[in-house]
């Protein structure tokens, strides 16, 4: 059964817990909202006034008469006489009169919740709205002998014409992989290869300690040190306490004053200078791998380093095509978007912004800067999908089982993996809606280029 719950200015609806009422009033906070009476619409015996229309949102004020809610609450009572037990009377034969007096909230409330439910169905219906999020009632007013009353605040999903989305011009910027970017890249598998030999020289740059630090409190008092692994010169350590850590041998302790660095995060902390105690426990020095055709077989199907720079350089020359494609895309995207204006359900770009404020494990303290910063690449993101929902439901693009099909046998020959198999683990990891959405968006992007100009430069 429908239930109403106050949640902050509004009474989400439908949900699980209910609505307290009292005759007269029902006390709920809500917002405000500017309004005007625009026409006055008789649906049945339910009277629907249109109060504001602003974009996709709408409010509807919403009236069932008296009759209505007497016959309601009749048949309320008559259910509740079915099911209820009274003294003196057999089980289900108490009259509803007596039922109706025994049980005169609950029996409210059950048609409070079934009215406006059924008014909501009615309003949906008559009014042939296609709803964009859940809707909100409030300003319930449910007294004694009177009609029952209630905000309806509603938004519902734009209409996109798309009038013009064909005769743009873009512009390809093509990214050239240079040499430096393939030294890199390998520089960074070296790296990753590399191994960590014992020295009993002093530390340096680049090598791994493991050390014992101090620092003396507000009176001087030098505490017991705490055991850390750092690798200097990787920012792990203020300048100062590496400076002390270079001047120790393996197995000394050394202490003396550090200042700390204007910069430092902790601003109470800034420019202060505070005894420190390093002992350094042991060093490391990290020897890399040579470049040659044996460290190529080591990370992988390679039989020389030139068949791993070759890997590299196509690996990073079809990372740089998708980020082309990409970025050609957007800008396309941008332009349709520019030439045709429509509006954007508030909630969807909330919803939106939350889920990357949870997925980013945003703090509670820094959520209303990440929501204001966030919002507007948000709402770019909503238009985004709903250009490429109108476009692939107008031009009958949607990716069928057939394309879908299509597209994982591909990625199966491409892997010499079994199609069936892999179906069976996109299904199980629920990527299945997603692979669909990206065949989908592939055949949107294909279409329009089709009937689009893009120029290539650089």
């Known amino acids: 059964m429908l239930g109403l719950v106050p949640s902050g200015p509004w009474v989400r609806f439908p949900l699980q817990r ?4 009292d005759a007269g009033t029902v006390a709920v906070r809500v917002g405000e909202l500017p309004g005007y009476v625009t026409s006055l619409v008789l649906v049945m015996n339910i009277e629907i006034i249109p109060k504001k229309t602003d974009g996709v949102e709408r409010l509807l004020q919403i009236s069932v008469p008296v009759e209505t809610v007497r016959d309601a609450e009749d048949k309320a009572a008559r259910r509740y006489a079915t099911r209820v037990r009274l003294p003196g009377f057999r089980p289900g034969k108490a009259p509803p009169a007596v039922v109706k007096k025994k049980f005169a909230d609950a029996i409210r409330q059950e048609t409070l919740e079934s009215l406006v439910q059924e008014a909501y169905k009615e309003v949906v219906e008559r009014e042939q709205l296609k709803l964009a999020s859940q809707p909100h009632v409030h300003d319930v007013k449910f007294g004694e002998n009177e009609p029952l009353t209630f905000e309806l605040h509603l938004e519902v999903r734009p209409e996109i014409a798309l009038a013009r989305i064909q005769g743009f011009r873009v512009q390809r910027t093509d ?99 505070k005894k420190v105690r390093v002992t350094v426990q042991d060093v490391k020095r990290k020897a890399l791998p040579e470049l040659d055709d044996a460290f190529a077989r080591e990370v992988g199907d390679f039989d020389s380093i030139d068949a791993l720079r070759k890997a590299v350089r196509d690996d990073l020359e079809a990372n740089a095509q998708r980020e082309t494609e990409s970025e050609v895309r957007q800008r396309l995207l941008d332009d349709i978007i520019g030439a045709n204006a429509f509006d954007i359900p508030p909630s969807w770009v909330a919803q939106l912004v939350d889920a990357y404020a949870n997925a980013y494990q945003i703090p509670e303290g820094e959520k209303d800067r990440f929501v ?20 692939a439901e107008r031009e009958s693009l949607t990716a069928t089982e057939a394309d879908l099909d299509d597209r994982i046998a591909e990625t199966a020959a491409k892997r010499g993996g079994d199609p069936g198999q892999l179906y069976a683990s996109l299904q199980k990891a629920g990527r299945l809606k997603e692979l669909e959405r990206s065949i989908t968006e592939d055949k949107v992007f294909k279409w329009l280029l089709e009937r689009n100009t893009v120029e290539t430069n650089g």
């Open 18 to 21: 209910r609505l307290r009422w």
């Open 372 to 391: 204001t910063e966030f919002r507007p690449m948000a709402e770019r993101q909503v238009r985004r999908d709903l250009v490429i929902d109108t476009v």
């Open 175 to 273: 990214r050239h992989v240079t040499d430096e970017q393939v030294r890199e890249q390998v520089d960074q598998v070296r790296e990753q290869r590399a191994t960590w030999t014992p020295v009993e020289d002093r530390p340096a740059p680049g090598d791994m300690v493991t050390v014992v630090l101090a620092t003396a409190d507000e009176t001087g008092a030098m505490p017991e040190g705490k055991q850390y692994p750092l690798v200097l010169g990787a920012g792990q350590a203020i300048p100062g306490i590496e400076e002390l850590i270079m001047e120790a041998q393996p197995g000394q302790t050394i202490e003396r004053p550090v200042k700390w660095p204007e910069d430092f995060p902790d601003e109470a902390q800034r420019s202060r200078t």
